[in-house]
């Protein structure tokens, strides 16, 4: 009886490590996540240099010229308030008192009714210095401007001088 007994164990055991050995063998693993090469990535990147290089300029010249309109857009808000200014007290602001008038009270203002501007910065042109004010002017009777991105006479482009005359 134990000669049987030791076969039918040896049975038994040797069935485990076959199936043992066997777990799995009929199903497939996942596929591991595909990823990307190094020169993949590299092609890319190259890809968008050249894009960047390209485009950089033409929004550099945009935002350039968006400044240049901005400002032309803000002397005629401001030559608008300064005609406002005008109606309430009878005459422009002296140049020394410049575009402040438009914000606070300058001495000796008859009639003043402002602050004709909500903000004190909105005398301040894109570039982020004040705008010239002069009366009387060299082209006008009143003269707001500003010297561009160079701050300096004169220019070109982004440089230009840009007024209400």
């Known amino acids: 009886m134990l000669p049987v007994l030791s076969n039918v164990l040896e049975e038994v055991m040797r069935n485990a490590r076959h199936q043992a050995g066997n777990r799995g063998a009929g199903r497939k693993r996942p ?3 595909a990823g990307f090469t190094l020169l993949e990535l ?4 190259v890809i968008l240099g ?3 290089s390209v485009t950089a300029p033409a929004v550099a010249r945009y935002l350039s010229g968006a400044k240049v309109d901005a400002a032309k857009l803000q002397i005629q808000n401001i030559s608008t308030t300064l005609d406002m200014y005008r109606l309430d007290t009878g005459s422009y602001p002296a140049t020394q008192d410049g575009l ?3 914000v606070q009270r300058p001495n000796g203002a008859q009639r003043w009714n402002g602050p004709y501007l909500r903000k004190p910065d909105m005398i301040k042109d894109p570039w ?3 705008f010239q004010y002069r009366t ?3 082209h ?3 003269e707001v401007f500003s010297l561009g991105a ?4 004169g220019g070109t482009g982004e440089n230009q001088d840009i007024g209400s005359w």
Not at 42 to 45: C, P
Not at 150 to 153: L, M, S
């Open 128 to 130: 982020g210095r004040e």
């Open 136 to 138: 009387p002017g060299e």
């Open 31 to 33: 596929a591991a996540p």
């Open 100 to 102: 402040r008038a438009l």
């Open 42 to 45: 590299l092609v890319v990147l």
């Open 150 to 153: 160079d701050n300096a006479a």
């Open 50 to 52: 050249l894009l960047a």
């Open 140 to 142: 006008a009777e009143v």
